[in-house]
C-alpha cells in the first residue's frame, strides 16, 4: 500500500508494508518542458522544512524486516552447513591423498563461498546516512531553543511496549510540572520569562501535546520493531559466533592433518633409506659397479657451474633460473637454507658476519644424507656430528680463502651438493646479508661490495628472490625489502619469508602487523607468496629434527594461526621448500631452451670470427696449449744428452777461464813473476794456487758447471725458435719454466770437496810430460798475454785518448785531461826504456822525476795521478816481456827437459804455471762434464717437471704466460661449446622427465 504525501520538494510516496522501513524514498517532482507537464520519479534522501509535515517520520527508524532477507539468511545458512560437510568429506581425502591436494581443495571451497556483495545494495550508502545526520542535526538546532531539553530513556529499545505508557506518562507530567513551576514564578515575579514569553511557550506546549499523540502509533511501532530487531541480531551473532568456531576447529583439524601427513611422509622416506642400504649390501660390487644415470638436478648444477666463472663480451649472459636467498644480517636467511637442506652445514657467529661469499647449494634427493663440494671428492655424512663439524670448518676456511687483499666479502663462488631421502631439487644461492653499517674490522666498501654482490645475482630475470626478513625486529629496520622491491618491482619472482614468528608474536601486541606483512600490504614490496617460519630456538646444538618439531608445535598451539592471520600452506618450512622448489622448476622449463638458443648464437659467432682470423689452426685452449709446450720444454731436456762429451769439456772449459782468468793474472802470476829468481817464482806460484784450491776454486768451478748446463739448455731453445714449426705463444710460458728451474736447482754439496781433492793433485804437479803438451802450454800462455795485452792497450787508448793518425782520419781530439795522461805516459815509458827489467812499483825519485818533466812541459800533475797512470803502462810492458818469453820458449822443452833452461838464459817458469792451471781446468771440466751428463742433466729434468706441474695447477700463472686474442677466443669457443652440450643434455632428459 502506498501513501501520496506532499512535501517541500514534491509529493512523497510513503510504501506502507513490507517496504515501510526503506531509507530512501521515491519523489514524485512535475517539470515542465515546453507544454508538457511531466512527472518524474527521483530517489533522494528526505528533507525537512517544518515541524507538522514531519511529525509522523520525526523518529522514523529502520522496522524488522531491515538486514538480510530472511530467506537469504536461510540459504547462506544452508550453503555454509553444505560447505563444512564439504570439508569433512574432503578432510578424509586429504588423509590419503595428501595435505598440499587438501590444501588446494580448501581454497576452492573458500571461493565457493557466497559472495556477500548483495548486502551493500541493501545497506544505505555513506553519503544517505550523513544526508540523514546532517537533517536531524539541523532540526535539532531549530527546536532546541523552543522546547525544554529532555532525552530519551537508552534503554527504550529494551523495555518495548510494555514501557511506552509509562514513558508517556512520565513526559507529561514533566511537562505539567515545568508549566506549573512557572506560573509560580510568574506570579511572585521572578520567572525566567516575560507574559509574552510564557504564554509562547504554553501554546508551544499544547500544540506539542496532539504532537506526541499522533507520534504515539509510530513511536510504539518502533519500539516494537527495536525489541524485534534486538533478538533478531542476537541471533545472527550466535550464528556468526558458530560458524567462526566451527572454522577454527575445521583449521585446526586442517592443520593437525597436514603435519600428520608430513611425520608419515618422512617415517616412509626413513624406511625407504634402510630399505635402498640393504639392497645395495646385498646386491654388493653389481650395484656398485653399475653405472648411475645424473639427475635433472646434478646436470643443472653442473650447467650452472660452467656459467660461475663465464665472461663474454658477445651479451650472452646467465640467465638461468636460480633461487637466490637474500636478507639483512642475521635475519635467519642461512638457517632458512638449513632447513630446506636439513642439514647445520654452516659456520655461525655470535653477531658476526660468517657468509662472506656466494655459496651455491645443488638439493637433490638421495638415499643416503650427504654433502660434497665440487671440486673435492671427499662426501660428508650429514647424519654424523663429527663430519658436520669438518664441513662448517671446510665451509669457513674456504670462505677465508676466497677474501684476499684485505677484502670483508668475496664475488668467488663455492659450490657444494647436498643429497638426501625427501629434499626438494633445486639450486639455492646463499649471499652475504645486507649490513647498514660498517665495522672497523671490515674492508672501507663492504656495505656496497655486498649490494653489488646481491644487485648482481638478482639482476637476473630468472632468478627467484627469496627474501627474508626477520619477524622479531622492526619492519623499519629492514635493508632487503628496499632492494627487492628495486630489482623486481611487480614481484613476479619473489617469495617473501617472515623468520622468528615465535619472537614476533612474543614481542607484537599487535597481530594484525603480522597480517600486513603476510599479506603484502606493509613493505613496499610486491610477492609471488607468503611465508612464515621457525627455524630455530636461539641454540646453535639443537639438531634439524629438534628444530622441525618446535615449529610444528608453535604453529599447532599459535594465537596467529588459530586467528586467521595465516593460512595453513603459509607456514613451516616444509611448505616453502615444496613452494620454492615448483617455481624453480616452473620457471627452469620456461626459460632454459631460450638460453640454449642463445649460447648456439654465441657458439656460431665465435667459430666465424676463429675460421676468420686463424685458419689451418686448430682450437687449442690455455690447458691443451699448457700440454703442447710442456711436451716441447721435455724434448728440449731429452736434447741435453745429444751434446758431445767433446764440446761439454770445450763449454766448461772456455767458461772456467773466463771466471778464473782475472784471478791468476792479478793475484797469482804477476806476483809470483816479480820475484828475482825461477826458485822464487815457483815458491810464491805455489803458496797462491793452494790458497786458490783451498779456497774459492772448487765453488767457482761448480757455479761454471751449472751456468754451462743453462747456457747449452738455452741454447735448444735459442735454436727451436729458428725452426719453421715454432709458435711463439709458448716463448713467455718456456722462458719463466726455465728461469724457475734454474733458480731453484742447486749443484750436489760433496761436488765441491771431490773437485778440491782433484785440483790440488793436478795443481801440485810440475813435470810437462811431452812435447806436445809444452807446445799446448806455450800457446796456452801466449793467447792468455795476448788477450790480456789487447785489453791493457784498449785502456791505455781511453786514457791518452786518440793518436795523432786517428786525429788526422776522423777528426777526433783528445780532452785536457787525455792529454796530461798522454805526457806522463810518456815520461813513465822512457824509464821502462831505460830499465827493461824495471819491478812494477815506482820510487820516490821516479815519480818525482816524472812530476818535474811534465811540469817543464807544461802539464801539472800531482804523485796520485802519475801512479794511476803508471799501472797500465807497466802491465802493458810486463805483458810484452811474457810474450816475448812465451815466444823463446816454444823451443826450450829438450832444454827444461834436461834442466839446462838456466843454462841457455831462457826461464820458462810462466809455461809450466800455465800448463799446470790448463791441466787442472782439463781434468775439472772433465769431471763437470760427467757430473753433468750423470746426474745434473737429470735432476734439471726433474724440476722443470716439477715447475710444469705446478704451473699446471696454477690457472692465474697460466693466464699470465699464455695470452692473446687467439688463447681467449679459443678459451671461450671452448666453454661455450660445453655449455651449449650439457645444456641440450639437460633440455632432452628434462623433456624425457615431463
Not at 13 to 31: D, E, H, K, P
Not at 118 to 126: A, T, V
Not at 751 to 777: G, P, T
Amino acid at each position: 500500500m502506498q501513501k501520496l504525501v506532499k512535501g517541500r520538494f514534491g509529493y512523497i510516496i510513503r510504501v506502507v508494508g513490507v517496504s515501510q522501513s526503506r531509507w530512501a524514498r521515491q519523489v514524485l517532482t512535475t517539470r515542465q518542458d515546453g507544454d508538457q507537464v511531466k512527472t518524474v520519479v527521483v530517489p533522494i534522501i528526505r528533507h525537512y522544512s517544518s515541524l507538522r509535515p514531519l511529525r509522523g517520520d520525526l523518529l522514523k527508524l529502520p522496522g524488522p524486516n531491515y538486514g538480510i532477507p530472511s530467506r537469504g539468511i536461510g540459504m547462506i545458512i544452508a550453503r555454509v552447513l553444505r560447505g563444512a560437510l564439504k570439508i569433512r568429506y574432503l578432510l578424509l581425502g586429504g588423509t590419503i591423498a595428501g595435505g598440499s591436494a587438501l590444501a588446494k581443495t580448501y581454497e576452492e571451497w573458500k571461493e565457493a563461498l557466497p559472495d556477500a556483495k548483495f548486502l551493500e545494495d541493501l545497506m544505505p550508502s555513506q553519503e544517505e546516512l550523513d544526508a540523514i545526520r546532517t537533517a536531524l542535526i539541523s532540526y535539532r538546532d531549530k527546536i532546541k531553543d523552543s522546547v525544554p531539553d529532555f532525552t530519551l530513556d537508552p534503554k527504550l529499545k529494551e523495555l518495548g511496549e510494555s514501557k511506552y505508557d509509562q514513558l508517556m506518562l512520565w513526559f507529561k507530567e514533566r511537562l505539567d510540572d515545568a508549566i506549573k513551576a512557572a506560573e509560580e514564578e510568574k506570579s511572585e515575579g521572578t520567572g525566567l520569562f516575560t507574559d509574552g514569553e510564557f504564554l509562547t511557550l504554553s501554546g508551544m506546549a499544547n500544540s506539542l501535546t496532539p504532537l506526541l499523540k499522533d507520534f504515539s502509533s509510530d513511536l510504539k511501532q518502533h519500539a516494537i520493531s527495536f525489541s524485534a530487531m534486538g533478538s533478531a541480531a542476537e541471533k545472527e551473532r550466535e550464528k556468526a559466533e558458530t560458524i567462526r568456531e566451527k572454522y577454527e576447529g575445521l583449521q585446526e583439524e586442517l592443520m593437525q592433518v597436514q603435519l600428520k601427513y608430513q611425520k608419515e611422509v618422512e617415517r616412509l622416506e626413513k624406511e625407504n633409506k634402510e630399505l635402498r642400504k640393504s639392497l645395495m649390501l646385498r646386491a654388493g660390487d653389481k650395484i656398485a659397479h653399475k653405472k648411475i644415470k645424473k639427475s635433472l638436478i646434478d646436470m643443472y648444477s653442473e650447467v650452472l657451474d660452467e656459467l660461475c666463472d663465464y665472461d663474454s663480451s658477445y651479451d650472452t649472459q646467465d640467465h638461468l633460473p636460480r633461487v637466490v636467498v637474500v636478507g639483512d644480517q642475521s635475519s635467519g636467511k642461512t638457517s632458512v637454507l638449513e632447513m630446506v637442506a636439513q642439514a647445520r652445514i654452516f659456520p655461525r657467529g655470535a653477531g658476526e658476519m660468517m657468509t662472506r661469499a656466494p655459496v651455491m647449494v645443488t638439493l637433490s634427493e638421495g638415499p643416503y644424507h650427504i654433502a660434497s663440494f665440487k671440486d673435492s671428492t671427499r662426501e660428508f655424512d650429514l647424519t654424523k656430528e663429527s663430519e658436520l663439524s669438518e664441513l662448517r670448518k671446510e665451509v669457513e676456511l674456504r670462505m677465508r680463502n676466497s677474501v684476499r687483499l684485505g677484502r670483508t666479502v668475496s664475488h668467488e663462488v663455492i659450490s657444494m651438493t647436498v643429497k638426501g631421502p625427501g629434499l626438494q631439487r633445486m639450486v639455492l644461492v646463499d649471499l652475504p646479508g645486507i649490513i647498514s653499517t660498517v665495522t672497523t674490522d671490515m674492508a672501507s666498501d663492504t656495505r656496497e661490495a655486498i649490494r653489488s654482490i646481491s644487485e648482481q645475482y638478482m639482476s637476473n630475470p630468472n632468478a627467484i628472490i627469496l627474501c627474508i626478513q626477520d619477524g622479531s625486529v622492526d619492519a623499519e629496520r629492514s635493508n632487503v625489502t628496499d632492494l627487492v622491491s628495486q630489482m623486481d618491482p611487480q614481484g613476479k619472482r619473489t617469495i617473501f619469508v617472515l623468520t622468528k614468528v615465535d619472537l614476533a608474536e612474543e614481542n607484537l601486541t599487535n597481530p594484525d602487523r603480522i597480517r600486513k606483512i603476510l599479506s603484502g600490504k606493509l613493505f613496499p614490496m610486491k610477492a609471488l607468496g607468503y611465508f612464515a617460519v621457525v627455524t630455530g630456538r636461539g641454540s646453535k646444538e639443537d639438531s634439524i629434527q629438534a628444530i622441525k618439531d618446535y615449529e610444528e608445535s608453535f604453529f599447532r598451539s599459535s594465537r596467529i594461526f588459530k586467528g586467521g592471520v595465516i593460512n595453513s600452506h603459509q607456514c613451516t618450512t616444509r611448505n616453502l621448500s615444496f613452494a620454492v622448489s615448483e617455481c624453480f622448476w616452473k620457471m627452469v622449463r620456461d626459460t632454459v631452451e631460450q638460453q640454449a638458443d642463445a649460447f648456439k648464437a654465441t657458439r656460431f659467432n665465435l667459430e666465424t670470427e676463429w675460421k676468420n682470423n686463424f685458419p689451418r689452426t686448430r682450437e687449442l685452449d690455455r690447458d691443451e696449449l699448457f700440454e703442447k709446450a710442456r711436451g716441447e720444454i721435455l724434448d728440449e731436456v731429452v736434447n741435453l744428452s745429444q751434446v758431445s762429451p767433446k764440446q761439454w769439456e770445450d763449454a766448461l772449459s772456455k767458461k772456467m777461464w773466463e771466471k778464473m782468468v782475472t784471478h791468476i793474472f792479478e793475484n797469482i802470476y804477476l806476483p809470483a813473476a816479480q820475484t828475482e829468481n825461477s826458485g822464487t817464482f815457483n815458491t810464491t806460484a805455489d803458496i797462491k794456487l793452494k790458497q786458490w784450491a783451498d779456497g774459492m776454486l772448487p765453488k767457482k768451478c761448480v757455479e761454471v758447471g751449472w751456468e754451462t748446463l743453462e747456457d747449452e739448455f738455452r741454447k735448444f731453445m735459442e735454436r727451436a725458435k729458428n725452426s719453421k714449426d715454432h709458435d711463439n705463444i709458448f716463448d713467455s710460458l718456456k722462458a719463466c719454466v726455465v728461469d724457475e728451474a734454474m733458480r731453484r736447482h742447486e749443484w750436489e754439496d760433496k761436488a765441491a770437496d771431490v773437485l778440491r781433492v782433484i785440483q790440488l793433485n793436478a795443481l801440485e804437479d810440475r813435470s810437462v810430460h811431452d812435447k806436445q803438451q809444452w807446445d799446448a802450454a806455450c800457446k796456452f800462455l801466449e793467447d792468455s798475454v795476448k788477450d790480456k795485452l789487447n785489453t791493457t792497450e784498449s785502456t791505455l787508448r781511453e786514457m791518452v785518448g786518440p793518436s795523432t793518425k786517428e786525429q788526422w782520419l776522423h777528426w777526433s781530439y783528445p780532452t785536457e785531461e787525455q792529454r796530461r795522461r798522454a805526457a806522463v805516459k810518456s815520461e813513465l815509458e822512457n824509464i821502462l826504456k831505460s830499465d827493461y827489467k824495471h819491478k812494477n812499483t815506482l820510487t820516490y825519485d821516479e815519480v818525482t822525476q816524472v812530476r818535474k818533466n811534465s811540469q817543464a812541459q807544461g802539464v801539472d800533475v800531482d804523485n796520485e795521478f802519475i801512479r794511476e797512470t803508471w799501472h797500465p803502462v807497466y802491465r802493458r810492458h810486463f805483458l810484452r816481456r811474457a810474450l816475448a818469453k812465451a815466444y823463446d820458449c816454444r823451443k826450450a822443452f829438450y832444454a827444461y827437459h834436461q834442466g839446462l833452461e838456466g843454462e841457455l838464459g831462457v826461464e820458462c817458469n810462466d809455461v809450466v804455471l800455465f800448463w799446470r792451471i790448463q791441466q787442472m781446468i782439463r781434468i775439472t771440466a772433465n769431471a763437470l762434464r760427467q757430473q753433468v751428463m750423470n746426474r745434473e742433466a737429470r735432476r734439471l729434468e726433474k724440476e722443470i717437471k716439477e715447475v710444469l706441474e705446478e704451473y699446471g695447477c696454477d690457472r692465474d700463472k697460466k693466464e699470465q704466460l699464455l695470452t692473446g686474442r687467439r688463447v681467449m677466443l679459443a678459451e671461450e669457443l671452448k666453454r661455450v661449446r660445453q655449455i651449449q652440450e650439457k645444456l641440450e643434455e639437460f633440455i632432452y632428459a628434462l623433456n624425457a622427465e615431463k
